[in-house]
């Protein structure tokens, strides 16, 4: 039995095989790209067979440049009355559009202007994940320079998202134990696994890697160099059955990601204290990582962003608000002072 084809592959073939002839020979002066990017298992690299249950199609998305919606519109006609309707078995898709409108569809941003750190911080990060994943399979029109201009945060940006991810976890340790004291130990594991998620976003900046969406958030983790070091502790928290066993496995993965993010240099190293808040039964890790971060940055921008939301938030909600036309409202509550 054949080995079935990956998303990627599949849509390779499909692009190769029936689309790139009609270009060339309706279109024989067309600078293009063709792509597989966006929404999907496939784009990730994650696609299986159960995948293949529901919407499967071998899809192609061609981008063309300098172009009207007119001529966008007799590209994609053209395409889509000769290609066939299967290929290998399965349902096509094509999609046509210009390099610069579909990213202003998928992100609601202007590729031709440049991005502060607002624009960078409004931006859904499995959005980005999406449209630098994928492959490019022809490129004419320089949508792999766009898609490296988006393969990650700037500099300044990446620090004060940073910032806001050792935020997330520094005030929730102590409560671990303060609500498992109380007797409430459902409680005491839904806040270890807020933080055991948290200590995974942190990892994946740490990383330097985009987030993809909740579906695929742990698959992705795996990939990770951190997570064989991790994985084992954060197991250790989720499988705990009393406070203080989550809380001495909170601590050796606070460690963990410590060990990590020091090895980046982009400070100098900082070292784990293990307190007690109020002289309280509850080990709280501590290392002043916001304060040595937010002296990274340069931007004033990045830095005005850093003064007004210290703490973060901003970074979650625009998870929340994630489609493309909430952006410039997410964008405007970044700008507010906290």
Same mark, same amino acid.
């Given at each position: 039995?054949?080995?079935?084809?990956?998303?990627?592959?599949?849509?390779?073939?499909?692009?190769?095989?029936?689309?790139?002839?009609?270009?060339?020979?309706?279109?024989?002066?067309?600078?293009?790209?063709?792509?597989?990017?966006?929404?999907?298992?496939?784009?990730?690299?994650?696609?299986?067979?159960?995948?293949?249950?529901?919407?499967?199609?071998?899809?192609?998305?061609?981008?063309?440049?300098?172009?009207?919606?007119?001529?966008? /519109?007799?590209?994609? *006609?053209?395409? @889509?009355?000769?290609?066939?309707?299967?290929? $290998? =078995? #399965?349902?096509?898709? &094509?999609? +046509?559009?210009?390099?610069?409108?579909?990213?202003?569809?998928?992100?609601?941003?202007?590729?031709?202007?440049?991005?502060?750190?607002?624009?960078?911080?409004?931006?859904?990060?499995?959005?980005?994940?999406?449209?630098?994943?994928?492959?490019?399979?022809?490129? /004419?029109?320089?949508? *792999?320079?766009? @898609?490296?201009?988006?393969?990650?945060?700037? $500099? =300044? #940006?990446?620090?004060? &998202?940073? +910032?806001?991810?050792?935020?997330?976890?520094?005030?929730?340790?102590?409560?671990?134990?303060?609500?498992?004291?109380?007797?409430?130990?459902?409680?005491?594991?839904?806040?270890?696994?807020?933080?055991?998620?948290?200590?995974?976003?942190?990892?994946?900046?740490? /990383?330097?890697?985009?987030?993809?969406? @909740?579906?695929?958030?742990?698959?992705?983790?795996?990939?990770?160099?951190?997570?064989?070091?991790?994985?084992?502790?954060?197991?250790?928290?989720?499988?705990?059955?009393?406070?203080?066993?989550?809380?001495?496995?909170?601590?050796?993965?606070?460690?963990?990601?410590?060990?990590?993010?020091?090895?980046?240099?982009?400070?100098?190293?900082?070292?784990?204290?293990?307190?007690?808040?109020?002289?309280?039964?509850?080990?709280?890790?501590?290392?002043?990582?916001?304060?040595?971060?937010?002296?990274?940055?340069?931007?004033?921008?990045?830095?005005?962003?850093?003064?007004?939301?210290?703490?973060?938030?901003?970074?979650?909600?625009?998870?929340?608000?994630?489609?493309?036309?909430?952006?410039?409202?997410?964008?405007?509550?970044?700008?507010?002072?906290?």
């Amino acid at each position: 039995m054949a080995k079935r084809k990956s998303g990627i592959e599949l849509s390779e073939a499909f692009y190769r095989a029936k689309i790139r002839p009609v270009l060339v020979d309706v279109f024989p002066r067309l600078a293009h790209a063709a792509a597989l990017m966006g929404r999907g298992s496939e784009v990730l690299g994650f696609d299986d067979d159960m995948s293949t249950d529901h919407d499967w199609t071998a899809r192609v998305t061609i981008l063309i440049d300098n172009a009207d919606a007119d001529e966008v /519109e007799s590209v994609q *006609r053209e395409l @889509r009355a000769a290609i066939p309707a299967k290929f $290998n =078995d #399965v349902p096509t898709g &094509l999609n +046509v559009n210009t390099v610069a409108g579909y990213f202003q569809n998928q992100l609601n941003l202007d590729i031709t202007e440049e991005w502060d750190a607002y624009d960078w911080v409004s931006l859904p990060e499995h959005r980005l994940c999406a449209v630098t994943s994928g492959a490019v399979f022809h490129d /004419e029109v320089d949508l *792999r320079a766009v @898609r490296e201009r988006l393969s990650y945060y700037p $500099n =300044d #940006v990446w620090y004060y &998202l940073l +910032v806001a991810g050792w935020w997330r976890l520094h005030p929730e340790m102590n409560l671990v134990g303060r609500s498992g004291y109380t007797g409430d130990d459902l409680g005491s594991a839904l806040i270890a696994a807020e933080m055991v998620s948290a200590l995974m976003h942190l990892s994946f900046l740490i /990383e330097r890697r985009y987030a993809p969406y @909740r579906k695929w958030f742990g698959t992705a983790f795996t990939q990770l160099d951190i997570a064989e070091d991790l994985s084992p502790e954060l197991e250790r928290v989720l499988g705990s059955n009393s406070w203080q066993d989550r809380e001495r496995a909170l601590a050796t993965a606070y460690e963990v990601v410590t060990t990590a993010y020091n090895a980046l240099n982009i400070s100098d190293p900082l070292a784990l204290e293990r307190t007690r808040l109020w002289e309280r039964p509850f080990t709280v890790m501590w290392a002043d990582f916001p304060t040595a971060l937010s002296a990274q940055i340069k931007d004033p921008v990045t830095q005005e962003l850093t003064r007004k939301w210290p703490a973060g938030g901003v970074d979650q909600v625009r998870d929340i608000l994630c489609l493309p036309r909430h952006r410039h409202a997410v964008r405007q509550l970044c700008t507010l002072e906290r």
